[in-house]
């Protein structure tokens, strides 16, 4: 079964989405003068299980696909893009972990595989192929041949040096960090190696637009996203010291990029927020102020809340009353559990007529 023409590609969704990419590249290019993008970030909607849709890539395809229906008929922010979703620990597999499956929840690591830190010295360089690196492709040569064209590709999921580092290690990374620093460097740069390597290897395969990647529904410049969600497990000093040059290393590697955190780490955030080479930079919005964040931020650097604002929730108020962050280059997410499409399209409207001109 084709999915070329699952999503029919009108005059107007063209018309519409070549508007959207030209406002998200003005997020970068004149960040003081940009419209703030809006997107619906999450819907209740009826799919396949993870286990239905890792048994047949079409079957996922397709959930991915239907997704972006109700983003059309809303006429947000969001840009088209599937990725091929084999979860959070594809790098810990490639170097050997192994993986968890569940019926529900994406692939996740099913156990660390350095009992010493010592044994980072024979862990060797994985291939590109390692893992499900090499079922990644396979299924993006069959989304290639079913996936409308002008739907994009979104890259895997690679997250960050110290997040596989801690999977392949365990919890007594932490106290590594203490009795043996120049293992856990060798460790963080090992990985980092890696993901260098595959991010430009996977790019390759799925014809990755030079420059731009596209993540979340939305379109920053860069090549990959890592996701530093374990850095509020160490402290500002440990992130600085050792895993700061990692993650510094990898972005001027592959041409930039952008980063998440979900932790509650304020420190780490003005770290993350000197970091140079990313383009944006997510931060849970239940955990941070995120107007005081913007207010921090450099001029160049997009923000988005990761969790987005409820509908009808203080934050979402506060944006309908005219009171927006300073910051204009912004992504503002939206959390709307059950909504029709008129409902959805008033509620961008609102949003929108909101912003301060």
């Given at each position: 079964m084709s999915l070329k023409n699952y999503l029919p590609y009108t005059d107007k969704i063209q018309e519409h989405l070549e508007g959207v990419y030209a406002r998200y590249r003005r997020l970068h290019s004149d960040p003081e003068n940009c419209e703030p993008m809006i997107v619906v970030r999450k819907l209740s909607a009826t799919e396949p299980t993870f286990g239905q849709m890792l048994a047949d890539p079409l079957v996922m395809l397709q959930a991915r696909l239907e997704s972006f229906r109700q983003h059309l008929a809303f006429e947000d922010d969001t840009v088209p893009s599937v990725r091929v979703e084999f979860g959070t620990a594809q790098?810990?597999?490639?170097?050997?972990?192994?993986?968890?499956?569940?019926?529900?929840?994406?692939?996740?690591?099913?156990?660390?595989?350095?009992?010493?830190?010592?044994?980072?010295?024979?862990?060797?360089?994985?291939?590109?192929?390692?893992?499900?690196?090499?079922?990644?492709?396979?299924?993006?040569?069959?989304?290639?041949?079913?996936?409308?064209?002008?739907?994009?590709?979104?890259?895997?999921?690679?997250?960050?040096?110290?997040?596989?580092?801690?999977?392949?290690?365990?919890?007594?990374?932490?106290?590594?960090?203490?009795?043996?620093?120049?293992?856990?460097?060798?460790?963080?740069?090992?990985?980092?190696?890696?993901?260098?390597?595959i991010t430009r290897h996977v790019r390759r395969v799925m014809g990755a637009e030079p420059g731009w990647i596209h993540d979340w529904g939305c379109y920053w410049k860069g090549a990959a996203r890592i996701s530093n969600c374990s850095m509020q497990m160490i402290s500002p000093e440990l992130y600085r010291q050792y895993v700061m040059p990692r993650d510094r290393r990898f972005f001027e590697a592959i041409g930039g990029g952008r980063m998440h955190y979900c932790g509650k780490s304020r420190a780490v955030i003005d770290e993350f927020l000197t970091m140079p080479n990313i383009s944006g930079l997510d931060v849970d919005s239940t955990l941070h102020d995120f107007w005081q964040v913007c207010e921090s931020a450099p001029n160049h650097l997009i923000l988005t809340p990761t969790s987005g604002f409820r509908v009808g929730s203080e934050e979402h108020k506060r944006l309908l009353s005219g009171d927006w962050p300073a910051k204009r280059n912004i992504i503002v997410g939206i959390w709307a559990d059950t909504i029709g499409d008129e409902a959805g399209r008033e509620l961008v409207r609102e949003l929108r007529a909101s912003i301060p001109h």
């Open positions: 790098i810990p597999a490639a170097f050997g972990c192994p993986l968890h499956l569940s019926e529900l929840n994406p692939p996740a690591c099913g156990g660390h595989i350095l009992q010493t830190a010592e044994a980072v010295d024979a862990l060797e360089m994985p291939s590109v192929t390692a893992g499900w690196f090499g079922k990644f492709e396979e299924w993006v040569a069959i989304w290639n041949e079913n996936k409308p064209d002008w739907v994009k590709w979104t890259v895997p999921d690679i997250q960050s040096a110290f997040n596989s580092a801690h999977l392949i290690r365990g919890n007594d990374i932490f106290s590594d960090f203490y009795d043996t620093p120049e293992l856990v460097e060798r460790l963080l740069d090992k990985v980092t190696d890696y993901m260098v390597e």
